[in-house]
């Protein structure tokens, strides 16, 4: 989009419709939080409805009360603006945008689709876990400009707890990120493409401990339930939220709701394929990697197939929020230390392993759509000038699940080869063509 | 009918008698007008020389114990923008590259491992004397 | 406003981060109050962050926001909250230390303004302007060269031309090593530092005595 914009306006070297294409994205992913928080509340009061043997709201918007998240957000607009008198007033004002701020920020990396992604880091991965981990500091200055031990308390432990599972939660990302071999989400969900066996979930059993690990962490790491004592109704009213109302409070709930969705499309992304169905619908058809319209199409599926999984993960950590009681913040930060660091770190020394000895896995069979996205830096295919003790070593990481079987309606590969003037037979890639062309054998 | 007029002659003001050994710039004031038109690494360069000043400063004048330690991340920031801006690629062609990014890389971890060490430092100290101030750190005086 | 379309915009954001984090930093100066510091702070360093990322050092901004900003002033503002006296502590300095410091900052200002300005190499535009090669390299990949790097393989190698500069290009397989022993060892060191211990009362001499031998028979 960028680029077309830049051809509009005519001059060389333009550089305004990167600022338009930036904007863009935000306004969209702006909208995928807020409606998604809107369809997440009403589904969360829904799912422990129905947990509790009762309906949940009936009234607003019909039958199954759909709009009622709208008129409790009119109602929280209409709030009177309150400030505690000791409270820091700059820091309670800033605390919520924050945590906001942080949540919204990780959505531009992640994508939705192929190539559906706002800003496609090489490093992404880290860059979500990175930006994760800012939102902590809402929470303490939150708690701290509240001026109230309650709220000071819920955010000291908050912040405990979200750091201290930043290591598991590390630990597991890495498992998938090895198998991979880059931290780019959109090659990562691209290797997941064709038949379910595809998925890195079922790479090996060490992978799939994994990612119940990482679920684990997840939940922690957006303080929900069994994790939530930050807001711990009963304890501590409402934590580090006791001072905010109205839209201040709404802001707290919208970074709670996009966290979870985040990270629910992290592990979807890293275990379940992403955007790639458990039945590869569109390459059956043929509309997958196919340009113009049908290629739209395919790509529209996926990410409602992502939307999906991702909503499925977070119907179940309100399903789980609603089933198991609270745990207490020594027994959180024990789980974190005792638990799931040392089986995250066994894990990780099994996948590994599993990898390393080439162990047979249901990825190696490839069904459905061949999944030839090499990490293909030209640095791994150029005549190396390295010491000889590197060089056997550098080409059998590369090669291992990656050759291709390439699928009849593969287009644009032959012809990158063809321009490049490279003949790779087994080593092409639909995304980083811009490396392709710039080797020089 | 508009005489054209002549163009003046000026002595043809080159340094190409000079040698030209030092690395200077020969003419300061001409490039100081077109060198704040894009973003250069002199420009990365000053950024990082303002938070280096600003740290050294905070260091030498906040009280707080921590104050002081949040000049300490300033200074060793400045420091890692001038790395980072000689290692970039889109500001020179011949950069240091990976080096300069290694290396703040590995400031960012030693100054994380610092922080710690001295937050220690200073919770222990204000466990003993109930204050952060750091002009009460004064038994050890003389 | 007609610039508007034309201008760089990769300069804007340049100017407007650097902005912001030189502005925050003057700001952690001048407030007297420790956890409005601690904020100011944050915002300053991520707005380095910010700096890494248009510089093309991706990885190295990742890495800022969340060792940095994620961990060392999470760590700070702990020990901000847990030493704060009353609400809003706050001590003055002396305006004549203000004035010695403001002098030789002032100084060492200016020789850093002027030796970053000097070097004509450091402000060739030719480069800079060229601003089409420049969206051309703005995927920046440096991920794996990095992790690699580390790992003592430098695959940057292939491409420098100068066989000087190309034999001293060395792995950093060695300071990865120690950095990571160095880790432990201030784990271990800052975390038995900050151990609780009783406080001590200053009463008697006998009981200063018996308390604070106390402390280390726990663990």
């Not at chain 2, 290692?87 to 890389?105: E, H, K, M, N, V």
């Not at chain 3, 003592?152 to 491409?159: L, Q």
Request: glycine content about 8%; charged content about 15%; some cysteine.
């Amino acid at each position: 989009m960028a680029e077309f914009i830049n051809s509009m306006i005519g001059q060389e070297g333009a550089t305004f419709g990167y600022v338009v294409a930036a904007l863009v994205h935000c306004v969209l992913l702006l909208h995928v939080v807020a409606v998604g928080a809107l369809i997440f509340i009403w589904l969360e009061r829904k799912v422990s409805g129905r947990i509790q043997d009762r309906l949940g709201p009936t009234r607003v918007g019909g039958k199954f009360g759909w709009l009622q998240t709208l008129a409790d957000g009119i109602k929280l607009l209409a709030k009177e603006d309150v400030t505690p008198d000791g409270a820091d007033q700059m820091l309670f004002k800033l605390a919520p945008y924050i945590s906001f701020a942080a949540s919204f920020a990780a959505f531009l990396a992640l994508p939705f689709a192929d190539g559906w992604v706002a800003n496609n880091i090489n490093s992404a991965v880290f860059f979500v876990l990175a930006v994760l981990g800012l939102e902590v500091f809402g929470v303490i200055l939150a708690g701290y400009a509240s001026g109230s031990k309650w709220s000071l308390f819920g955010a000291m432990r908050e912040a405990a707890q979200v750091v201290s599972y930043e290591i598991p939660l590390g630990l597991c990302v890495v498992v998938p990120v090895f198998l991979a071999g880059t931290m780019n989400l959109v090659t990562i969900g691209n290797m997941q493409a064709g038949w379910f066996s595809n998925w890195f979930l079922l790479h090996d059993p060490f992978t799939f401990c994994v990612f119940w690990i990482f679920f684990t962490c997840a939940t922690a790491s957006v303080n929900r339930a069994p994790f939530d004592l930050a807001e711990a109704e009963s304890e501590l009213v409402a934590g580090f939220h006791t001072e905010y109302s109205g839209l201040r409070w709404s802001f707290f709930f919208m970074a709670e709701y996009g966290s979870m969705f985040l990270v629910s499309g992290l592990g979807v992304i890293l275990f379940f394929g992403g955007w790639n169905g458990p039945v590869p619908i569109m390459h059956i058809i043929g509309w997958a990697d196919s340009g113009g319209l049908t290629g739209y199409l395919a790509n529209l599926a996926g990410c409602v197939n992502f939307m999906l999984k991702a909503t499925v993960g977070v119907t179940v950590m309100m399903w789980i929020r609603w089933t198991l009681p609270r745990l207490r913040i020594d027994q959180v930060i024990t789980t974190c230390l005792k638990y799931c660091v040392p089986l995250a770190s066994a894990c990780f020394i099994g996948a590994v392993g599993w990898e390393v000895l080439d162990i047979w896995s249901p990825n190696h069979l490839h069904l459905g759509a061949a999944p030839a996205h090499t990490v293909n830096e030209k640095w791994a295919t150029a005549p190396r000038g390295l010491p000889d003790a590197i060089e056997p070593l550098m080409p059998e990481s590369e090669q291992h699940s990656k050759d291709g079987l390439l699928p009849e309606s593969e287009q644009p590969a032959p012809e990158q080869a063809e321009t490049a003037g490279v003949s790779q037979p087994a080593r092409t890639s639909l995304l980083s063509a811009s490396s392709q062309q710039e080797e020089s054998p | 009918m508009k005489k054209q007029r002549k163009k003046k002659r000026t002595r043809n003001r080159t340094n190409n008698h000079l040698p030209t050994r030092t690395p200077w710039d020969p003419n300061p004031r001409q490039t100081m007008l077109t060198m704040l038109a894009t973003t250069t690494v002199s420009m990365y360069l000053a950024v990082g020389a303002v938070m280096f000043v600003v740290g050294v400063v905070c260091m030498a004048t906040k009280r707080n114990a921590l104050g002081v330690l949040m000049g300490i991340e300033l200074v060793l920031n400045g420091a890692n923008i001038n790395f980072i801006a000689f290692g970039s690629q889109y500001l020179r062609p011949d950069s240091l590259g990976l080096d300069g990014q290694l290396i703040a890389l590995f400031v960012i971890v030693l100054a994380a491992a610092e922080a710690a060490v001295a937050l220690a430092i200073a919770l222990n100290f204000y466990n003993n004397h109930t204050s952060i101030d750091v002009d009460r750190a004064e038994e050890l005086k003389g | 406003m007609i610039n508007l379309l034309a201008a760089n915009w990769g300069d804007f954001y340049f100017i407007l981060f650097a902005g912001i984090a030189c502005i925050f930093a003057v700001a952690v100066l001048l407030t007297s109050n420790v956890v409005r510091m601690a904020f100011y702070l944050i915002i300053s360093l991520g707005a380095t962050a910010g700096l890494f990322f248009l510089a093309g050092a991706e990885f190295v901004g990742a890495m800022q926001l969340m060792i940095y900003v994620g961990g060392t002033l999470v760590l700070l503002i702990f020990g901000v909250m847990l030493t704060a006296q009353s609400r809003f502590i706050s001590m003055k300095t002396h305006p004549r230390d203000w004035l010695l410091a403001v002098i030789v900052g002032g100084s060492l200002l200016m020789l850093l303004l002027t030796a970053a300005f000097r070097v004509p190499d450091w402000h060739n535009e030719k480069h800079a302007q060229d601003a089409a090669s420049q969206l051309e390299m703005a995927d920046s990949k440096t991920a794996t060269p990095l992790g690699l790097a580390l790992t003592g393989v430098r695959v940057d190698k292939i491409d420098q031309g100068d066989e000087q500069l190309k034999e001293g290009m060395s792995g950093y397989l060695l300071p990865f090593v120690i950095v990571s022993i160095h880790l432990l060892v201030v784990l271990i060191g800052a975390a038995y530092m900050a151990r609780a211990k009783r406080a001590v009362r200053v009463s008697q001499d006998e009981e200063t005595e018996e308390e604070e031998a106390n402390p280390e028979q726990d663990e």
